[in-house]
């Protein structure tokens, strides 16, 4: 696979997030998503901190991975990688064989729309091109999601864990605000 240029990611800062789901809904609104898709979702774990439980929440689509497996399976090559790094998929192209769907240990590819073609974040590839933020990002109330350069972030301190988030092979690019910000991230 040819290298992107540079890298695009997510940076999800769950000492602030508050689980409201404007990411996860702002996204279903501007992509026109069908009922019970959501290309972004947000998940809620319980955690025991100071001797007192408390609520954290992951919010997460398509990590635009920099070894992405649904690219590799895909038999039809429906899916590419941009020299930003963002894994565009050609729903043109898409079979609906769901091997994508098989490979990807995210769990960030359905099947399940009407017309039974894969489907997953396009990190709003085209507001973007544009100018203008992922509808998620733009959406947050708290600004608890950015978009990063991973080189940067990982420069800057960002970190490759949070509760909930499973690291893999598969190289997401997806960054954390360390917990209670003992770095400071400016971009
Ligand atoms: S998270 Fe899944 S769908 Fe997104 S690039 Fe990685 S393997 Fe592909
Ligand atoms: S919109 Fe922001 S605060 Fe609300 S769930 Fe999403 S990331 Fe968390």
């Not at 359905?110 to 489907?119: C, P, R, V, Y």
Request: proline fraction near 4%; hydrophobic fraction near 35%.
């Amino acid at each position: 696979m040819k290298m992107p240029k540079s890298q695009k990611g997510f940076l999800f800062d769950q000492n602030f997030c508050i689980g409201c789901k404007a990411c996860e809904v702002a996204c279903q609104v501007y992509h026109q998503q069908e009922d019970m898709i959501d290309w972004r979702h947000v998940d809620t774990f319980l955690i025991r901190e100071n001797n007192m439980e408390k609520e954290v929440y992951l919010s997460q689509a398509c990590h635009h991975c920099q070894e992405p497996a649904c690219m590799s399976v895909c038999p039809t090559n429906a899916y590419t990688k941009r020299d930003d790094g963002i894994v565009i998929l050609d729903r043109d192209k898409c079979i609906g064989c769901g091997y994508c769907m098989e490979s990807c240990q995210y769990g960030a590819i359905t099947l399940q729309g009407n017309d039974k073609k894969a489907q997953k974040c396009n990190m709003c590839a085209e507001k973007q091109d544009i100018g203008e933020l992922p509808a998620c990002i733009a959406g947050c109330p708290v600004k608890a999601l950015r978009l990063v350069d991973i080189v940067v972030a990982d420069e800057a301190g960002m970190v490759k864990s949070a509760v909930g988030f499973k690291q893999s092979s598969l190289k997401p690019s997806i960054r954390f605000y360390p917990k209670f910000r003992s770095a400071t991230f400016l971009g």
